[in-house]
């Protein structure tokens, strides 16, 4: 039989459906593969097989009675420790919240319980999610599956390692300055960053968030397939009114030309040669797909990235800064500090200046996307970076922190951006970025698969 851990969401639910495996030989498949790879990576920082095995019971009792499991019928799906999962705490990379047991779902958990998705496990993130790099004090140090030496991203970095290493179907991750695209990136798969209000989130174990993550993070998924990417992203956005953010927009909006702008160096970023060859390959793929293609820049990213950093730390700064001394994490101490040499604090007309200013930028890319339906961007500027050379110097994080425009300009417009695996150089992963106008994720799911069907696609691996 074949490993149902290799299998896409799509089709594992579809044989479960159908009654050709259960949910149960799904599940201890699973945490086969979990505990065969997970202590090479260090992707998943918890799980209780015996409530995966009581998940996967309950789905098979559903479809024994007759009744619908849900579009994830069993799938396996891995949730990140900075949400909310009942009986679980919800840590965040934090020793000072080991103990902050969630007694409800957040909405996207629930969502994905509601779809018959069977919850595996917990994956790793760097204390407080901020960072594209994945270490802690608590949870020790995630490696990327495909190679050890390069990041395996972050903040969702342990989502991203455990989808490509057949932990798992589907990987929850969240996304406010590139936490979903760029592990997918770095790991040689796919993640969707949606609009704003699409997937409804909310953690009850903690206070409401700060306005700078109330407009700019979102909850996303991560797969090693444009299908799966869909049906997941489907079922994470059902309606939850505990988020005030959440709206009901149809999932697919109305036909759009077939056309693509071609950025390979968005608002002047400095962008490698095999990163540009990745875009003009997958541009290539499009085109092939009968899509129109034109090179031209984007709208502006450096000021929208320059104010997502002051609206997040203005907020942050308020509390932060002793929740720092108190966990005393070294790479976290040392990624803030740097990030306040950046951003100085803000008084509150700048503040308010911010908020007003979000407004014009949605304005001038929502104009982009009438000219050009979907565009073609860089990930990053650079192939994915070296494990941890992010906290080497002052130099290398301000190096990361330009080649990572795309990632941290995007989020202040509350636009959907999706990462689009496309192949290897060598061992590392490469792929390119595809964004499009607020809620329309449907292009960019359709540009996706387009080009995923011109390349190979992505399989689980086994880590190096």
Same mark, same amino acid.
């Given at each position: 039989?074949?490993?149902?851990?290799?299998?896409?969401?799509?089709?594992?639910?579809?044989?479960?459906?159908?009654?050709?495996?259960?949910?149960?030989?799904?599940?201890?498949?699973?945490?086969?593969?979990?505990?065969?790879?997970?202590?090479?990576?260090?992707? +998943?920082?918890?799980?209780?097989?015996?409530?995966?095995?009581?998940?996967?019971?309950? +789905?098979?009792?559903?479809?024994?009675?007759?009744?619908?499991?849900?579009?994830?019928?069993?799938?396996?799906?891995?949730?990140?420790?900075?949400?909310?999962?009942?009986?679980?705490?919800?840590?965040?990379?934090?020793?000072?919240?080991?103990?902050?047991?969630?007694?409800?779902?957040?909405?996207?958990?629930?969502?994905?319980?509601?779809?018959?998705?069977?919850?595996?496990?917990?994956?790793?993130?760097?204390?407080?999610?901020?960072?594209?790099? /994945?270490?802690?004090?608590?949870?020790?140090?995630?490696?990327?599956?495909?190679?050890?030496?390069? /990041?395996?991203?972050?903040?969702?970095?342990?989502?991203?390692?455990? @989808?490509?290493?057949?932990?798992?179907?589907?990987?929850?991750?969240?996304?406010?300055?590139?936490? +979903?695209?760029?592990?997918?990136?770095?790991?040689?798969?796919?993640?969707?960053?949606? /609009?704003?209000?699409?997937?409804?989130?909310?953690?009850?174990?903690?206070?409401?968030?700060?306005?700078?993550?109330?407009?700019?993070?979102?909850?996303?998924?991560?797969?090693?397939?444009?299908?799966?990417?869909? +049906?997941?992203?489907?079922?994470?956005?059902?309606?939850?009114?505990?988020?005030?953010?959440?709206?009901?927009?149809?999932?697919?909006?109305?036909?759009?030309?077939?056309?693509?702008?071609?950025?390979?160096?968005?608002?002047?970023?400095?962008?490698?040669?095999?990163?540009?060859?990745?875009?003009?390959?997958?541009?290539?793929?499009?085109?092939?797909?009968?899509?129109?293609?034109?090179?031209?820049?984007?709208?502006?990213?450096?000021?929208?990235?320059?104010?997502?950093?002051?609206?997040?730390?203005?907020?942050?700064?308020? =509390?932060?800064?002793?929740?720092?001394?108190?966990?005393?994490? %070294?790479?976290?101490?040392?990624?803030?500090?740097?990030?306040?040499?950046?951003?100085?604090?803000?008084?509150?007309?700048?503040?308010?200046?911010?908020?007003?200013?979000?407004?014009?930028?949605?304005?001038?890319?929502?104009?982009?996307?009438?000219?050009? %339906?979907?565009?073609? /961007?860089? @990930?990053?500027?650079?192939?994915?970076?070296?494990?941890?050379?992010?906290?080497?110097?002052?130099?290398?994080?301000?190096?990361?922190?330009?080649?990572?425009?795309?990632?941290?300009?995007?989020?202040?417009?509350?636009?959907?951006?999706?990462? @689009?695996?496309?192949?290897?150089?060598?061992?590392?992963?490469? =792929?390119?970025?595809?964004?499009?106008?607020?809620?329309?994720?449907?292009?960019?799911?359709?540009?996706?698969?387009?080009?995923?069907?011109?390349?190979?696609?992505?399989?689980?691996?086994? %880590?190096?």
């Amino acid at each position: 039989m074949t490993d149902l851990w290799r299998l896409p969401a799509t089709d594992l639910a579809a044989r479960i459906r159908a009654k050709q495996v259960s949910a149960t030989e799904a599940a201890r498949d699973a945490l086969a593969r979990l505990d065969a790879v997970n202590p090479k990576i260090n992707a +998943v920082v918890d799980h209780r097989p015996e409530d995966v095995l009581a998940q996967a019971a309950a +789905v098979d009792a559903t479809i024994a009675r007759g009744e619908d499991p849900g579009p994830l019928a069993g799938v396996p799906v891995t949730i990140k420790v900075n949400a909310d999962q009942a009986g679980y705490a919800t840590t965040n990379g934090l020793r000072i919240q080991q103990d902050l047991m969630a007694a409800v779902d957040n909405p996207v958990v629930a969502n994905l319980r509601h779809a018959g998705a069977v919850l595996l496990g917990r994956t790793n993130t760097p204390a407080f999610s901020l960072r594209w790099f /994945t270490r802690n004090s608590l949870h020790g140090h995630t490696k990327n599956p495909r190679d050890p030496s390069i /990041t395996p991203g972050g903040s969702s970095g342990g989502a991203a390692a455990a @989808v490509a290493a057949g932990i798992g179907a589907i990987g929850h991750g969240t996304d406010i300055g590139g936490s +979903v695209r760029y592990p997918a990136y770095a790991c040689g798969v796919h993640g969707l960053r949606p /609009t704003l209000g699409r997937i409804p989130a909310w953690n009850a174990s903690s206070a409401e968030r700060h306005i700078g993550g109330q407009v700019m993070a979102v909850s996303g998924p991560i797969a090693r397939t444009i299908a799966d990417i869909r +049906v997941s992203f489907a079922a994470m956005a059902a309606r939850d009114i505990r988020d005030p953010w959440w709206v009901g927009v149809p999932m697919e909006g109305p036909p759009a030309p077939k056309r693509a702008a071609l950025c390979i160096r968005p608002d002047g970023m400095d962008t490698q040669p095999a990163v540009e060859a990745a875009l003009r390959d997958a541009a290539k793929r499009l085109q092939a797909a009968g899509w129109t293609i034109e090179e031209t820049d984007t709208p502006p990213l450096r000021e929208p990235a320059a104010l997502q950093a002051m609206l997040w730390l203005a907020e942050s700064r308020r =509390g932060l800064n002793a929740a720092l001394q108190r966990e005393a994490d %070294p790479d976290a101490s040392f990624i803030f500090g740097q990030m306040e040499e950046l951003c100085p604090l803000p008084d509150i007309n700048a503040f308010m200046d911010a908020l007003q200013k979000r407004s014009y930028f949605v304005r001038v890319w929502m104009e982009f996307f009438e000219r050009f %339906p979907v565009a073609i /961007t860089p @990930v990053s500027g650079e192939l994915p970076f070296r494990d941890q050379e992010d906290v080497e110097s002052p130099e290398a994080f301000r190096r990361i922190m330009a080649a990572q425009l795309t990632q941290v300009g995007l989020p202040l417009m509350g636009l959907p951006g999706l990462t @689009v695996a496309t192949g290897l150089v060598g061992t590392i992963p490469v =792929g390119v970025q595809l964004l499009a106008g607020r809620y329309r994720e449907d292009l960019l799911l359709q540009a996706g698969a387009a080009i995923e069907a011109g390349g190979v696609p992505a399989s689980p691996v086994d %880590p190096a």
